[in-house]
């Protein structure tokens, strides 16, 4: 079965500092692989995707995430934290086959101090 | 840029209460989800439907909830009588394709049942 984890329940980070929230995850195959972000009071925003191709993948807001294959892992970094990135990121998961539902990891919170 | 929008985004509701929650997808989009969020719980999967029907759903989606389309625009999910534990944020979200496309999500309702 598909599953997540996100080991990092929290983190913490000072403005202008690098990021990287751990993802793994578990699937027979390769996945489809999402970063989704949520603000305070917010829907989920899609940072970025990977779907097949170059595993070093660019999204939004100056985030990417690289797929490696060997280590089942999806981890998303940012260069330099801005204290508007705080918020609550979700990796997630997509099958190719079967089933099109997303199974989502318990999400990292994200503090930024200025 | 086309949103998937939400409405309420707020509701309030008595135990055994019916609620109806609303959703418009993106206008072209024709698969459509439901998920839900209890407070400081990952995002569940709970329905996907297509060409006017489920295609799959979640142990969760029991007989108390039901979703349909009713019209070219609204996509709904009605819980039939709501228990406490129903309690959670409710987010819609759209694809154009299925498993292959990205999942755009709603803001999300908010359901308190008291």
């Known amino acids: 079965a598909q599953s997540v984890t996100q080991p990092d329940i929290h983190i913490t980070v000072s403005e202008g500092a690098s990021l990287e929230l751990r993802c793994n995850y578990s699937?027979?195959?390769?996945?489809?692989l999402f970063w989704y972000v949520q603000s305070p009071g917010q829907g989920l925003q899609l940072l970025l995707k990977?779907?097949?191709?170059?595993?070093l993948v660019q999204g939004i807001k100056g985030f990417e995430a690289e797929f490696k294959r060997s280590q089942s892992s999806f981890n998303l970094r940012k260069p330099s934290v801005h204290w508007s990135d705080a918020a609550e990121y979700f990796c997630?998961?997509?099958?190719?086959?079967?089933?099109?539902?997303?199974?989502f990891g318990t999400g990292t919170r994200l503090q930024v101090f200025p | 840029e086309p949103e998937v929008t939400q409405t309420p985004s707020h509701q309030v509701t008595q135990m055994g209460q019916e609620v109806i929650l609303r959703c418009v997808p993106i206008?072209?989009?024709?698969?459509f989800y439901w998920y839900r969020q209890i407070l400081g719980q990952k995002v569940e999967f709970l329905v996907s439907?297509?060409?006017?029907?489920?295609?799959?759903k979640s142990e969760i989606f029991d007989d108390q909830f039901s979703v349909e389309r009713p019209d070219g625009s609204n996509f709904t999910l009605k819980i039939r009588s709501t228990k406490l534990e129903d309690s959670a944020m409710y987010f819609c979200?759209?694809?154009?394709?299925?498993?292959?496309?990205?999942?755009?999500f709603g803001p999300g309702t908010r359901l308190l049942v008291l």
């Open positions: 439907f297509y060409n006017n029907e489920i295609s799959e």
């Open positions: 206008s072209n989009h024709l698969y």
């Open positions: 997630a998961v997509g099958a190719k086959v079967n089933t099109d539902k997303l199974i």
């Open positions: 990977y779907f097949s191709g170059d595993t």
């Open positions: 979200a759209s694809t154009l394709g299925g498993y292959q496309e990205t999942q755009y």
């Open positions: 699937y027979g195959a390769t996945p489809y």
